[in-house]
């Protein structure tokens, strides 16, 4: 038996017989084959991470279809290493079940992975040695983190100060923490620090039939975040996962990338 196999079967061993997919959600059962599913994806992302001296990497998945928007990659968060929590911990913001609530969790890989996903499809982004030492140094230290907003808004605007989601959560420390900063603790100075340094959003066309036929009312949408012009044109601009890592890609040479689609390791990254 390889170490997959023995680590595969060890996880399922091990998992709960009613496992959960989300954060503080309806009890869900995550079935056997996809906590599989996870944990071969999470022993790639653990093996890619230990390959690098890194303290902390950028860690994607695809939780939701974004297709039809020409995105791959819906939610990011910072797996950071030997947290308090794990040897690789993710940190990230989560809605809390569609509500108007957020809250920043600290995950294993497995249950990253194993959040109810679209695919294991994945991708690892490691940044400059300055920046991923100064980020998670922030991560690891602060306890109530300045940089959140715990009122979620899916399609939060860009700088909004009222909404935020997980994207703009992970774009703004990223830009907080960049090595020619002092010490940012607004999230209006980290967005602007962002755009500065060339971060643009990424724009959605929501049309305002599919709003309404497309049940896209709910607690965790707030269009009203946008400007009357935004809402009558439906076109929206968003932080997205494809957003920061094109970002990241121009601003940082440093940065490296990793990513598996249907689980084959991809020559070449593609845009997110």
């Not at 997919?21 to 009890?27: F, K, P, S, T």
């Not at 996903?117 to 998670?136: F, S």
């Not at 306890?143 to 703004?172: C, D, H, M």
């Amino acid at each position: 038996m390889n170490r997959e196999t023995f680590c595969l079967c060890l996880v399922l061993l091990l998992w709960p017989v009613h496992a959960f997919a989300g954060a503080n959600c309806e009890a869900t059962a995550v079935p056997a084959h996809k906590v599989a599913a996870a944990a071969s994806t999470a022993l790639r992302t653990v093996d890619a991470l230990d390959a690098r001296n890194a303290p902390v990497a950028l860690v994607a998945r695809v939780g939701r279809d974004l297709s039809e928007h020409g995105l791959v990659y819906s939610h990011a968060g910072f797996a950071v290493r030997d947290h308090p929590a794990g040897r690789w911990t993710v940190v990230h913001l989560l809605n809390e079940c569609g509500s108007a609530r957020a809250g920043l969790y600290a995950q294993g890989l497995v249950n990253f992975f194993s959040d109810d996903l679209v695919n294991q499809d994945a991708r690892i982004t490691w940044l400059a040695p300055a920046h991923a030492q100064r980020l998670a140094l922030h991560l690891l230290a602060v306890e109530s983190n300045p940089l959140f907003q715990p009122k979620y808004n899916l399609i939060a605007r860009p700088g909004s100060r009222e909404y935020q989601n997980s994207t703009a959560w992970v774009l703004e420390t990223l830009a907080a923490t960049l090595p020619t900063t002092g010490t940012v603790r607004d999230r209006q100075r980290a967005h602007a620090l962002a755009v500065q340094a060339g971060f643009r959003p990424d724009t959605i066309r929501i049309p305002y039939a599919q709003r309404v036929l497309g049940g896209l009312f709910g607690s965790n949408v707030a269009f009203t975040d946008h400007g009357i012009s935004t809402r009558l044109s439906g076109e929206y601009p968003v932080v997205t996962v494809r957003s920061i890592l094109r970002w990241v890609a121009s601003n940082d040479p440093q940065s490296t990338q990793m990513e598996w689609r249907g689980g084959v390791l991809m020559a070449e990254p593609g845009p997110g």
